[in-house]
């Protein structure tokens, strides 16, 4: 059974290991360099929720909430995930996505926008378009893949 909580510091070395290996893919993230685990530590303390999945009490995904934008724009949220490779197709996106999406509206927020989802990663794009999600725009070439070449990005918008 997967549940999803809170992070908790001792949690720190193994969230890093899940977002270290989806920036080394190079297909997903923005980020080409791994994190420390004090860069991972700073990282998740600073968002308004870190939440993790655990199955039978190992944690196998996470994601962070963060506002998208500042001011007459900080209503909008944005929300980042990662699942353990070993875990990828067993639900566990799904429910940190839906999971996201009640903490967003709890956080006071109304919109969750996407700004870079990467065409190729269908998976994603399947979870979001099926809760709700909806493609409001496409970057062409707007993601740098790891291997050489560019992708297009999408970006989504859900109205909480």
């Not at 496409?138 to 909480?160: D, M, Q, S």
Request: neutral net charge.
């Amino acid at each position: 059974m997967i549940t999803i909580r809170e992070y908790k510091k001792e949690d720190i070395k193994t969230l890093a290991a899940i977002w270290n290996e989806v920036v080394e893919e190079g297909v997903a993230f923005p980020q080409t360099e791994k994190l420390s685990e004090d860069e991972a530590a700073l990282l998740f303390s600073k968002q308004d929720v870190t939440s993790v999945a655990t199955k039978d009490g190992t944690i196998c995904g996470f994601y962070i909430l963060h506002p998208n934008n500042v001011g007459r724009c900080g209503h909008i949220c944005n929300a980042s995930y990662g699942v353990a490779s070993d875990e990828r197709g067993n639900g566990v996106g799904r429910l940190l996505v839906e999971h996201s999406l009640k903490k967003a509206k709890e956080s006071g927020y109304r919109i969750m926008q996407f700004n870079a989802v990467v065409a190729s990663n269908k998976a994603a794009i399947r979870i979001y378009e099926s809760v709700g999600f909806r493609l409001i725009g496409e970057i062409p070439e707007g993601f740098a893949i790891k291997t050489g070449g560019y992708e297009t990005i999408r970006i989504y918008c859900y109205v909480l």
